[in-house]
């Protein structure tokens, strides 16, 4: 099943076991069930400590679980653990068999005295690069606990269970068999949900922080290099941000990052964070920013209430996909509705969906889906098509796509359940037209995570973008801003940590002006 390189390589990580580590396969006579057997059996011979055994007790045919005999913990995946979540289950054996868990003592002891039993069911696709830190976080929740188990299920190898229970978004988290997350979560976030006391404690021990020299706002690449750049000059530096990593978190490929010829997402994601944290950086992950205000200090009020405050201000809060706005937009997310392709995009296989945009992200989500679905149709509210033309004859070349220009979306349509369409307007005729659809791909640009500004006395654009100096200063005095939910021309990666730099750069100089004694105080 494994090729010789990747062999070698498990190799050398299951030599970090240090206690056994039982799986037990339920299979029966299909490709997948040999492949996973083929899986198991490679795994068995690459470490004395892993064994295998054969179940018939599994409603999930092919699967898998990982346990442990001496602390009685259990993960699970139904389905071939491969492509993106071959990490997971890498990071199960390891975490199963007795590797140190690279997490915070505090959230081990948080996890390791949750009450009752916490049984996860978490639907993915192997394509889907936000599932793997879902899947992650609760697969160590259950290697911390043997209360708490987690199985991850190829929601394209179980379609009658995804219908049964209108699955149509990926990764979509069941706990004891209710809906319990939809999208991305991180691990503070599934334990502030299941630990109702979390909250509360985490604005206690927010509010009496000591105030920063310079807060940086947001966890993205322009966060991320402001908290770097500015810890390196000495001073004291915090971060607070909603999630680690921001919107690159869902990016699959990156090819224009340079000196690095590809890399994904979340890789980049976790490269930052290491880096963030190999400096004495104060970072305070899961938390929401609600309010700037100006003070004897710039103080920074976070959701759960907490008030932090600094000398200055980096704000660095990214964007988020744009939405449609029409009816049954909000209603349909996440039942049919998505915004995510490469996400979402098995989960539609061998059915018709839309793609609403014309651009390089809409044009190339309708080549990728192409691929998986029967039918692509793809709504451009202009005249013409914004992608770039290698994109765009790509996609007329295909024999399932079609382009309908000068369409504007009007209507969600739905049976209450799931989308069943949508309805647009000819933009020329005037005519109103349906299309029967079980699926919505969304990719229309980004919108700047910067409601919570308004009326703090930061100055922004009419698309609330935060309009900004060279330095990166913003209409307040220590307040500087930096990536994509500001005015900077062009959203990418490699911007965005530049004006990181440049912001934090911007900070460092105003701090050192802002604390030189003035003239008459010289000369007294």
């Known amino acids: 099943m494994l090729d010789n390189n990747l062999k070698s390589q498990l190799k050398t990580y299951l030599a970090n076991l240090k206690r056994p580590v039982e799986l037990v396969l339920a299979t029966d006579d299909s490709e997948k069930?040999?492949?996973?057997l083929g899986l198991a059996r490679d795994i068995e011979e690459l470490s004395d400590l892993v064994s295998f055994s054969q179940t018939t007790d599994n409603k999930r045919i092919p699967s898998m679980q990982v346990r442990s005999p001496d602390t009685g913990s259990n993960i699970e995946f139904a389905g071939l653990p491969m492509g993106h979540e071959f990490t997971s289950l890498v990071l199960a054996l390891l975490h199963t068999g007795g590797h140190p868990i690279k997490q915070e003592q505090a959230i081990l002891e948080q996890i390791r005295n949750l009450p009752g039993e916490l049984h996860f069911e978490t639907?993915?696709?192997?394509?889907c690069q936000t599932c793997p830190g879902v899947v992650q976080a609760l697969n160590l929740m259950a290697a911390v606990n043997p209360n708490i188990t987690n199985v991850m299920i190829d929601g394209a190898l179980f379609q009658d269970e995804v219908s049964?229970?209108?699955v149509m978004a990926v990764p979509s988290v069941y706990l004891n068999g209710e809906v319990f997350s939809q999208g991305a979560i991180t691990l503070e976030k599934i334990l502030a949900k299941v630990d109702v006391n979390a909250s509360k404690r985490q604005a206690e021990a927010l509010k009496d922080k000591a105030p920063y020299d310079l807060l940086v706002v947001g966890g993205g690449p322009a966060g991320?290099?402001?908290a770097i750049y500015s810890a390196r000059k000495g001073i004291r530096t915090g971060l607070v941000a909603d999630r680690f990593g921001g919107q690159v978190a869902d990016t699959v490929g990156i090819e224009n990052f340079i000196s690095v010829k590809h890399t994904e997402g979340p890789k980049l994601v976790a490269s930052l964070e290491e880096h963030v944290r190999d400096y004495e950086v104060d970072v305070m992950a899961n938390q929401r920013v609600v309010g700037l205000r100006e003070g004897e200090m710039l103080e920074i009020t976070l959701e759960n209430g907490a008030v932090l405050k600094s000398k200055s201000l980096i704000l660095a809060t990214g964007a988020r996909w744009r939405e449609m706005n029409v009816p049954g937009e909000r209603e349909y997310r996440g039942k049919g509705v998505a915004y995510c392709p490469h996400c979402d995009g098995p989960l539609f296989k061998g059915k018709k969906v839309a793609v609403i945009g014309g651009g390089n992200s809409g044009i190339e989500a309708a080549i990728d889906l192409a691929n998986i679905v029967e039918h692509v149709t793809v709504l451009e509210?202009?005249?013409k098509l914004r992608a770039d033309e290698v994109l765009?004859?790509?996609?007329?070349s295909m024999g399932n796509v079609k382009i309908v220009l000068n369409a504007q979306t009007t209507e969600v349509n739905g049976d209450g359940q799931r989308v069943t369409g949508l309805t647009y307007k000819d933009r020329v005729s005037?005519?109103?037209?349906?299309v029967e659809l079980a699926g919505i791909f969304v990719q229309i640009g980004l919108v700047p995570n910067t409601e919570w500004l308004k009326g703090s006395g930061v100055e922004l654009t009419q698309r609330g973008e935060i309009i900004t100096a060279a330095n990166g200063e913003t209409s307040?005095?220590?307040v500087f801003a930096a990536g994509d939910a500001t005015t900077v021309p062009f959203k990418q990666i490699i911007i965005a940590m530049g004006s990181g730099a440049t912001a934090a750069l911007g900070a460092f100089d105003y701090l050192m002006r802002s604390s030189a004694p003035d003239a008459d105080s010289k000369a007294a």
């Open 33 to 36: 069930s040999q492949q996973l």
């Open 123 to 127: 639907y993915v696709s192997l394509s």
């Open 164 to 166: 049964e229970r209108n």
């Open 224 to 226: 991320a290099s402001s």
């Open 381 to 383: 509210f202009d005249s």
């Open 392 to 396: 765009v004859r790509k996609a007329r």
């Open 430 to 434: 005037g005519e109103i037209k349906s």
């Open 476 to 478: 307040i005095k220590g």
